[in-house]
């Protein structure tokens, strides 16, 4: 269904959730490929966008420094690209080993399917992870991304 964020299944220590948008493949990739444009889709309220460091598209092996703020506390989080397939995949892992993954699938029509993934188990530490409550903030983050998405492409 159209509009409607549902949660999937991917396996154990991830979060991952799921939207069909009514936008083509090609423009949705291009979005989350440019770090430069993260603050755009950020749900959680975390992403700034100033002072982004990198390419504006990404691809394997790429770094990519992004400005944050959580708590009213601003810090900076380099991540490193470590899956990219052009319009289908892009997946980047933050310093301390957790990863976010974006999947596309042209759902017919000019829409697109768009999965996105918190991979806490790749963390290196996925017991403090769970202790810190990131699998249940990175939902609410993920839910309210995908959702403003939805929104930013409804006709």
Do not use: C
Not at 25 to 33: C, D, G, S, T
Not at 77 to 84: E, N, P
Not at 113 to 133: H, I, K, N, Q, Y
């Amino acid at each position: 269904m159209s509009g409607t964020v549902t949660t999937v299944d991917t396996g154990e220590r991830r979060v991952s959730r799921r939207a069909v948008v009514n936008a083509p493949v090609a423009e949705l990739f291009a979005l989350v490929a440019d770090p430069h444009r993260h603050a755009e889709l950020d749900g959680s309220g975390t992403v700034r966008a100033d002072t982004v460091e990198g390419p504006h598209r990404l691809a394997a092996g790429d770094r990519f420094t992004v400005p944050m703020r959580q708590m009213g506390v601003p810090y900076k989080i380099t991540s490193v690209v470590t899956g990219y397939d052009e319009n289908r995949l892009v997946e980047w892992q933050h310093p301390l080993g957790h990863r976010w993954r974006w999947e596309f699938a042209d759902a017919g029509d000019g829409r697109t399917e768009v999965t996105e993934t918190f991979d806490w188990g790749t963390s290196r530490s996925p017991l403090m992870a769970r202790l810190l409550g990131f699998p249940a903030q990175n939902a609410k983050g993920i839910t309210a991304t995908l959702s403003a998405l939805v929104q930013r492409y409804a006709s």
